[in-house]
């Protein structure tokens, strides 16, 4: 059992959903508009242990702070999606030029980030964890998600395996979830 | 990023969200959250506040490390 198990019977009630959402989008209403959104049920509980002390294990880092590398990077689009679309995911290394980091999402206010970014992107707190042994390591990598996804679709289908596939090739054995 | 802790954990890695609303992040029913009355956007901790953004980080790594099984909730002070 599995959560894509679960997506032919969602797929159905969030077309429903895009329709009768419509008319309280046009008009800026998204509370209304979420209010009725059928939110998705996965099948099952799953759930993995930590296999040893955090102060050896290696941690990874999510975020949804709507992080790009200026320059370098595409921005994110910061209001939600709902084609099918598969999200995009940044990259943001540990040793990231900070001058170059740019936020784009409409979901929440950004001054808190940019005066100090470890409100949602907490690398040093992270490092000096590291530092002082508490946690084995933090890998090379953040792994930066756009929030808000309504269309699960693309997320569980395409998102997921990929963020799976990139912690696994920076041996993580944990994970930290920060959305904002 | 509840079906991403998910999704994570069906893979095998396991995970901790801090959520600073936890009307939107239970119905999806993520493994471990750690529940924190703090400012969406500052879900860590508020800027310069490193004791607070330490607080938060450390009590998702103990429970990653204590949670019994799943939906496993810290919503202390």
Known sequence: MNDRSALPAWQPKFSDWVEAAKPFMAEGKAKEAFGIYPWFSGKGDPFARLSKPARETRFGLVTTGGYSIEGEQEPFSPFPSFDATPPRINTIPLDVDRTKLRIDHAGYDHRFAEEDINCNLPLDRLQEMQDAGEIGSIAPDTQVVMGLQPNVTPLIEALIPELVARFKSDSVEAALLVPS | ?77
Do not use: C
């Not at chain 2, 069906?10 to 901790?16: K, L, N, Q, Y």
């Not at chain 2, 969406?40 to 607080?55: F, M, S, Y």
């Open chain 2, 1 to 77: 990023m509840s079906l991403i802790s998910r999704g994570l954990e069906e893979a095998g890695i396991p995970s901790v969200l801090v959520s600073v609303m936890k009307p939107l992040s239970s119905p999806s029913r993520p493994p471990r959250q750690l529940i924190r009355k703090l400012n969406i956007g500052a879900t860590v901790g508020r800027p310069g506040d490193t004791a607070t953004q330490l607080e938060t980080l450390r009590r998702m790594v103990a429970l990653l490390s204590e949670a019994e099984a799943p939906g496993a909730i810290d919503e202390g002070p």
